[in-house]
């Protein structure tokens, strides 16, 4: 397969078609070489509109999200040079390789040891110097390290919890999917004032739940 070609496709038949337009967007797609994150046993399906199991259980939810739905999380998270960005569920290390590229530095939290582990070595061998991977659980954030301009949880949770949103800097953005399957919608949380903050929805998708993160009590007498 040449991965040149399957990457302009993926593009073009996926991720155009998505509402993903932004320029610089696009060409760092092409740049970050995705099929050198998927794991060895799935580096064929690298250009798959799917999401591409990373746990060595079959049944594992861990995965890297399709890559329409990263390409158009990173067109909505608006990154600058000047930003300090927080991910939640480094996973493969791809979104942190994408995020470093535009932003001044960038902390993922991974609660799985081996993929914190082998993310690491993924970020190392792309040459990226400006991401840090920790191996521990991200759903209270990291209040020492913050505020932050961008948080981005790469993966799905019931509700977005406060403690992450007092985490953003004035102006700050945070993404996550937030809902139950099958309704789940993209949100984008801008921090507008000190205890204000903008919630926009923009697009339906589903993504598997963020481990650590709490569910919704169901039942309420």
């Known amino acids: 397969m040449n991965n040149d070609i399957a990457r302009f496709n993926m593009i073009e038949q996926q991720i155009r078609p998505w509402e993903v ?92 040891p081996a993929l914190a582990q082998q993310a690491r070595a993924n970020l190392q061998t792309a040459g990226i110097q400006n991401a ?27 509700e977005v919890p406060q403690v992450l949103l007092n985490q953003l800097s004035i102006g700050g953005r945070l993404l996550a999917v937030v809902g139950e399957d099958p309704m789940m919608r993209a949100s984008v949380i801008t921090r507008t004032a000190e205890q204000q903050w903008q919630t926009s929805e923009p697009w339906d998708t589903i993504a598997p ?6 569910e919704l009590n169901r039942f309420a007498f």
């Open 21 to 112: 337009l932004d320029g610089q967007v696009l060409a760092l797609l092409l740049e970050v070489k995705r099929e050198n994150f998927a794991p060895m046993a799935h580096k064929a399906l690298a250009f798959v509109d799917m999401e591409i199991p990373l746990g060595k259980d079959a049944d594992s939810d861990q995965v890297m999200l399709a890559p329409r739905v990263e390409a158009r999380f990173l067109q909505n998270a608006a990154v600058k040079h000047t930003d300090k960005v927080l991910e939640i569920g480094t996973g493969s290390g791809y979104m942190a390789a994408l995020l470093a590229h535009q932003a001044a530095s960038v902390l993922s939290f991974e609660l799985d």
């Open 132 to 158: 840090e991977v920790r191996q521990a659980d991200g759903s209270q954030g990291a209040l020492a390290d913050g505020p932050f301009d961008v948080i981005m949880l790469s993966g799905s949770v019931a």
């Open 209 to 214: 739940r963020l481990k650590g993160f709490p």
